[in-house]
């Protein structure tokens, strides 16, 4: 069965070559030049991702993914947004919204190809069911993390392509990590608040080898030296975490 595919793009053109683009790998595509067109669509049928502009007259495409995400209908719809805004605010905005992918226009094929092949697999991704399941979820992370910092991961996750799970509370977040199976976890340490200890005690005990991400403040101090930990120094941009994200579960945790 073909995926279907939400283009919602003002350009008539550029809406008529992702159409072509789309088509001729094996998509079935629906085009929508307004956000109330892509509603009403998403509405009516069932998509397996949305392709969205940014600027779009009316409600954005901010707006737009933020309207997805807060149906319970359409929220697990991955979206992507292919749009010619590049700063760093733009991009962590976006996936602030709800993006699972940021393409910049000029964009090459192959890159927008390359997204919905690798959104569409992780999705189709079987779960995994706990510390000693046979199939391994890469890319699966479980955070201790609260506020802006809680939001930050969000979108780096979306950007590494990690499945996340936030859980606020340290010894709640330790449980589900000796239960389940994680990749990483991913902690923030305040001054004066021993939480390298803590991880480091709870794994030792349960004999768990889970590497971690220890998110800092520019002024903490940095925890001991571990095999198993890596630290990244905030404020960072989404990029920046989402690469360290990459390499902590590419590498194990190694530094």
Not at 40 to 47: D, G, V
Not at 132 to 161: E, M, N, Q, S, Y
Not at 166 to 172: C, F, Q, R, T
């Amino acid at each position: 069965m073909k995926h279907r595919v939400l283009v919602v793009d003002e350009d008539p053109a550029l809406a008529d070559i992702l159409r072509l683009l789309l088509a001729r790998n094996g998509y079935e595509v629906e085009i929508a030049a307004s956000p109330g067109t892509a509603l009403a669509l998403l509405a009516k049928l069932r998509f397996d991702v949305v392709v969205s502009d940014v600027v779009l007259q009316g409600v954005d495409g901010f707006s737009l993914g933020r309207q997805i995400r807060g149906n319970a209908a359409t929220a697990d719809i991955p979206i992507v947004f292919l749009t010619a805004l590049d700063s760093v605010e733009d991009e962590f905005e976006g996936y602030l919204a709800g993006a699972d992918a940021w393409i910049t226009k000029p964009f090459r094929a192959a890159d927008l190809l390359d997204h919905l092949d690798r959104i569409l697999l992780r999705n189709s991704r079987p779960a995994s069911s706990g510390r000693l399941a046979a199939i391994r979820d890469a890319g699966r992370v479980i955070a201790c993390v609260t506020g802006t910092r809680a939001r930050l991961l969000r979108a780096a996750c979306k950007a590494a392509f990690c499945e996340l799970e936030v859980v606020p509370a340290l010894e709640k977040a330790l449980s589900r990590a000796d239960r389940e199976k994680f990749d990483l976890l991913v902690c923030e340490s305040t001054p004066g608040a021993d939480v390298p200890g803590q991880v480091d005690s709870f794994l030792d005990h349960f004999g768990l080898s889970l590497p971690v991400l220890f998110l800092l403040e520019a002024t903490a101090i940095v925890p001991g030296p571990r095999d198993r930990r890596r630290t990244i120094r905030l404020p960072a941009t989404v990029e920046e975490l989402s690469e360290q994200l990459r390499t902590a579960i590419r590498n194990g945790g190694m530094p």
